[in-house]
């Protein structure tokens, strides 16, 4: 039977390059309805999230059963706690499959390929228990199996199979932008996430002991072209927010070093040639962030890193985070994880783009400042492990610097990477410490976390462009579009999807209190 009808289902994804939960937008529903697309364009794709999926579960089960194909995208490897949305659960994917045993389904994102995480603190649901639930499970690039599906039939499709170049891929990114017009954030707060290139620079050294990311293999970078291209196109439909975020390293974006060099020297011409066509492609552009940086390409490259952060700054927009994946500051964790730096060079990597991106912009927040993850239950983890964690965070806060954030998270145990076969022992140590993790976290927020945020945005500090997203007891929270933003807390329950310019009058651990002006 031709497939006619097909039926996206947004679970969310989180991973290390990559963010799919709401107002961001990942790669994988542009990929999946590109790549059908790309093949017959008649085809009727409907887009859902799993937000609006909980408001009326009925409603999206009727839509799904008239359909010839079920999509559902899932994935949040990175443990995280969110405003805009929540990942789909294993429960929820359990309970819509029995609502749909009759149809043909698929599973795309990282969930298909390293399978289902419950967060952190724990192992990844095997791949081989979740066969039983999809017809299909699309371990490799989503346009590439579509594609074939529609063209060449299930026989001779192969959910395996993982791009050998951008070609297919940057055509089906430019023609699944149209499904970001069924997104509930469109035209509000949605912010798109833009993906720069595959796989870490590290993966010559074997990358880290829990990431995923540097298991694709060697890097596979997108030209500078064929990412404006795709802005051009997302700007005519209305995107206003975008993020630079999937990749491991924006500082080492097209380095002519990678694949020879652990730590591949910045190309600063190649960044400018890419802020800067996004900056002329997007003329109704109001946010433009990026997410991964490797501290220890800053740290290696001083002079290199400091022109390419002066870059970034010179055309993006202020409220910026480079987040940074420290992981640990305990030299032994260092080590017998393959992490990037070591502490010194962690907390050298913190000033330096303390130096180019700490003053204040337009919208009341400095320009760029870095973002710290800190993971917990790694092998060679002690309970002197958290000790050195805090003096070091508390060492940074001493000496005046800014941290944007601390995501202080347990470790995610996933498929294909070296803690597979180590996750009874991590699991042991996590259990072990899980009354260490509580009080380190207390005080971290406590200590550090407040202390910080009202360096950020002192109390008087006016904040511009916030929109309002939800109501939580006598509040409303606003944020700004972008990476990390501050959650403002303003009194009273005012009406939400509007912007709004608010007033520093307080702070909590991580966010800050406000007055709209």
Same mark, same amino acid.
């Given at each position: ?36 697309? #790309?093949?017959?364009?008649?085809? &009727? ?6 937000? $609006?999926?909980?408001? %009326?579960?009925?409603?999206? !089960?009727?839509?799904? #059963? ?40 698929? $599973?795309?994102?990282? =969930? ?36 074939? $599906? ?21 055509? =089906? ?7 970001? !017009?069924?997104?509930? %954030? ?18 010559? *050294? ?53 694949? !020879? ?7 600063? /011409?190649?960044? &400018?040639?890419?802020? +800067? ?7 109704? #552009?109001?946010?433009? +962030?990026?997410?991964?940086? %490797? ?20 055309? +993006? ?35 330096? !783009? ?12 400095? /320009? ?12 060679? /983890? ?16 001493? &000496? ?7 995501? *202080?998270?347990?470790? =995610? ?19 072990? +410490? ?84």
């Amino acid at each position: 039977m031709p497939i006619r009808r097909v039926v996206i289902l947004d679970g969310y994804t989180d991973e290390p390059a990559g963010l799919g939960v709401p107002p961001f937008i990942n790669v994988y529903p542009r990929l999946v309805a590109g790549g059908i697309w #790309l093949a017959d364009s008649s085809i &009727e794709v409907r887009y859902f999230t799993v937000n $609006l999926v909980r408001q %009326n579960l009925g409603s999206f !089960i009727n839509e799904a #059963l008239l359909s010839d194909l079920v999509v559902l995208i899932a994935g949040a490897e990175v443990p995280g706690k969110y405003i805009g949305g929540r990942p789909i659960s294993l429960s929820e994917v359990v309970r819509i499959s029995t609502f749909l045993a009759d149809k043909d389904t698929a $599973l795309v994102g990282p =969930a298909a390929r390293y399978g289902f995480s419950s967060g952190g603190g724990s192992s990844a649901l095997d791949l081989a228990k979740l066969k039983n639930l999809f017809k299909y499970l699309v371990s490799g690039d989503p346009e590439i199996f579509f594609y074939q $599906l529609i063209k060449v039939g299930p026989e001779r499709a192969e959910p395996w199979r993982l791009r050998e170049d951008y070609e297919l891929a940057d055509k =089906a990114f430019t023609l699944g932008a149209n499904i970001v !017009i069924q997104h509930p %954030n469109y035209e509000w707060n949605l912010i798109v996430e833009l993906e720069t290139y595959r796989s870490c620079p590290r993966y010559i *050294v074997g990358g880290c002991s829990f990431c995923i990311d540097v298991r694709y293999g060697p890097v596979m970078y997108r030209r500078p072209e064929s990412i404006v291209r795709e802005v051009e196109v997302l700007s005519k439909l209305g995107v206003k927010h975008y993020r630079v975020g999937k990749q491991a390293d924006i500082l080492t974006y097209m380095s002519h070093d990678t694949g !020879i060099l652990e730590f591949p020297k910045p190309k600063v /011409e190649a960044i &400018e040639r890419l802020f +800067h066509g996004v900056r002329t492609a997007a003329s109704n #552009l109001r946010v433009l +962030h990026i997410d991964n940086v %490797n501290p220890g390409t800053v740290f290696h490259y001083r002079e290199e890193s400091v022109k390419a952060l002066k870059t970034i700054v010179k055309y +993006h927009t202020p409220g910026d985070v480079a987040a940074l994946g420290v992981e640990s500051f305990d030299p032994r964790v260092v080590r017998a994880n393959n992490l990037k730096v070591y502490p010194d060079e962690a907390v050298e990597a913190i000033r330096i !783009i303390n130096s180019i991106g700490s003053r204040r912009g337009w919208n009341g927040l400095p /320009e760029l400042l870095p973002g710290i993850n800190i993971v917990l239950g790694l092998p060679g /983890e002690t309970k002197e492990t958290y000790r050195i964690n805090y003096e070091y965070l508390k060492k940074v806060l001493d &000496e005046g610097l800014l941290i944007r954030r601390i995501n *202080v998270r347990k470790v =995610a145990v996933l498929l294909n990477t070296p803690l597979w076969s180590m996750r009874n022992s991590v699991m042991h140590v996590l259990r072990k +410490h899980s009354y260490l993790y509580k009080y380190f976290r207390l005080k971290v927020m406590r200590d550090i976390d407040k202390p910080m945020i009202t360096r950020i945005v002192p109390q008087g500090t006016i904040v511009d462009y916030l929109y309002t997203e939800r109501h939580s007891d006598s509040y409303t929270i606003a944020r700004q579009p972008g990476s990390y933003p501050i959650a403002f807390f303003i009194k009273g329950n005012l009406e939400l999807r509007k912007v709004i310019r608010a007033r520093v009058t307080g702070h909590k651990s991580k966010s800050a209190v406000g007055e709209v002006i």
